[in-house]
């Protein structure tokens, strides 16, 4: 266990635990809860640091547990514990309830502390025209460049009419989540990922306009960062309204066919500017032959074609909005 630790730090922790009581006693899957405490007593105000659990275990055995835990960032400088509980939640009969918590001393230094700086690089956004009531996509890579690690992290989308993240006025569109991403130490250039948001619904509510859709970092503030300027970022998105069967055909977006070319195996997303109209989807073979057909409901704006059972090679794919027709060539590799 660390003697001394910084707010906002990461620091590893591990323990033993053992199984006492009579050989027949059966197995048990044994947890230890890693707390911060301003005494020595494990009570309901400690901060909950993590757990770790082992596997079963017979009576006499004995098994190591770790984690990788955040001091809290707000934590006051001073004498601290770290308390350790073995069977947290109470989950376990035991023949004896008043030996599961040890505790040890711990200082908590005043000093800057090693903290996370996430950022976002070369978001993309998959339709930037979308029909009020229609769904766009976004993706982006994610990095951790500072010197602390974030143990994990949320991404937000929001449609804004602005570049500039308001959590009253924007419109929450959906949100993922992701693991932990060590800091940037000994010199490296920091932990990075990739994540999608395939599916961001606009609001059919929406008034047609120019708008933005936000990529923001930690939306609820929970992290703490050295940079939390840099959180993040604005993809231009225009908003349409529905539109009519030749409208619908005759523009750039009425047939938005992703990704192209395709892998054999892969899902052919399909977005329609049809809105508010039934929309027949046709895939067409390099013989003419119609290999693969859906009809659209009025209200449905996105599909999806799976290409596991489809040769390699050039297609057509149709959309007949009432009696007006559309064509994109697609490649199957």
Same mark, same amino acid.
């Given at each position: 266990m660390p003697t001394v630790v910084q707010a906002g730090g990461t620091y590893s922790m591990s323990a033993h635990i053992r199984v006492n009581g009579n050989p027949g006693a059966g197995a048990q899957f044994n947890c230890v809860g890693y707390y911060l405490s301003t005494n020595s007593t494990w009570d309901a105000t400690d901060a909950y640091l993590g757990s770790s659990c082992q596997s079963l275990l017979m009576a006499g055995q004995s098994g190591p547990t770790s984690i990788t835990a955040i001091i809290p960032a707000l934590t006051s400088p001073g004498g601290y514990y770290l308390v350790l509980v073995a069977d947290p939640l109470n989950a376990e009969l035991e023949s004896d309830e008043t030996n599961n918590v040890v505790t040890f001393p711990v200082q908590v230094a005043a000093g800057s502390p090693a903290l996370p700086d996430l950022e976002l690089w070369r978001p993309s956004i998959s339709f930037s025209t979308v029909p009020a009531g229609g769904n766009?996509?976004?993706f982006s890579f994610i990095f951790n460049r500072g010197a602390?690690?974030?143990?994990a992290y949320e991404v937000g989308f929001y449609l804004s009419a602005d570049t500039v993240f308001s959590a009253s006025t924007d419109v929450f569109m959906g949100q993922?989540?992701?693991?932990?991403?060590?800091?940037?130490?000994?010199?490296?250039?920091?932990?990075? +990922?990739?994540? =999608?948001?395939?599916?961001?619904a606009v609001p /059919?509510?929406?008034?047609?306009?120019?708008?933005?859709?936000?990529?923001?970092i930690d939306p609820r503030n929970q992290i703490a960062e050295s940079n939390e300027n840099n959180n993040s970022r604005a993809l231009r998105l225009i908003v349409a309204g529905?539109?009519?069967?030749?409208?619908?055909?005759?523009?750039?977006d009425a047939l938005l066919i992703y990704p192209n070319p395709v892998a054999r195996g892969n899902s052919l997303i399909i977005h329609t500017g049809a809105a508010g109209q039934a929309a027949k989807l046709t895939l067409v073979d390099a013989m003419g032959r119609a290999v693969v057909q859906q009809t659209l409901r009025p209200?449905? +704006?996105?599909? =999806?074609?799976?290409?596991?059972?489809?040769? /390699?090679?050039i297609y057509l794919v149709r959309m007949t909005v009432a009696g007006a027709e559309v064509t994109r060539r697609v490649l199957i590799n």
């Amino acid at each position: 266990m660390p003697t001394v630790v910084q707010a906002g730090g990461t620091y590893s922790m591990s323990a033993h635990i053992r199984v006492n009581g009579n050989p027949g006693a059966g197995a048990q899957f044994n947890c230890v809860g890693y707390y911060l405490s301003t005494n020595s007593t494990w009570d309901a105000t400690d901060a909950y640091l993590g757990s770790s659990c082992q596997s079963l275990l017979m009576a006499g055995q004995s098994g190591p547990t770790s984690i990788t835990a955040i001091i809290p960032a707000l934590t006051s400088p001073g004498g601290y514990y770290l308390v350790l509980v073995a069977d947290p939640l109470n989950a376990e009969l035991e023949s004896d309830e008043t030996n599961n918590v040890v505790t040890f001393p711990v200082q908590v230094a005043a000093g800057s502390p090693a903290l996370p700086d996430l950022e976002l690089w070369r978001p993309s956004i998959s339709f930037s025209t979308v029909p009020a009531g229609g769904n766009t996509g976004a993706f982006s890579f994610i990095f951790n460049r500072g010197a602390g690690a974030a143990s994990a992290y949320e991404v937000g989308f929001y449609l804004s009419a602005d570049t500039v993240f308001s959590a009253s006025t924007d419109v929450f569109m959906g949100q993922i989540t992701g693991g932990s991403l060590p800091g940037a130490l000994n010199g490296s250039t920091g932990a990075g +990922t990739i994540f =999608s948001a395939p599916l961001l619904a606009v609001p /059919a509510t929406t008034v047609p306009g120019n708008y933005y859709l936000l990529l923001v970092i930690d939306p609820r503030n929970q992290i703490a960062e050295s940079n939390e300027n840099n959180n993040s970022r604005a993809l231009r998105l225009i908003v349409a309204g529905a539109l009519s069967a030749t409208a619908a055909t005759s523009s750039d977006d009425a047939l938005l066919i992703y990704p192209n070319p395709v892998a054999r195996g892969n899902s052919l997303i399909i977005h329609t500017g049809a809105a508010g109209q039934a929309a027949k989807l046709t895939l067409v073979d390099a013989m003419g032959r119609a290999v693969v057909q859906q009809t659209l409901r009025p209200t449905q +704006t996105e599909t =999806s074609i799976d290409t596991q059972n489809l040769p /390699a090679g050039i297609y057509l794919v149709r959309m007949t909005v009432a009696g007006a027709e559309v064509t994109r060539r697609v490649l199957i590799n």
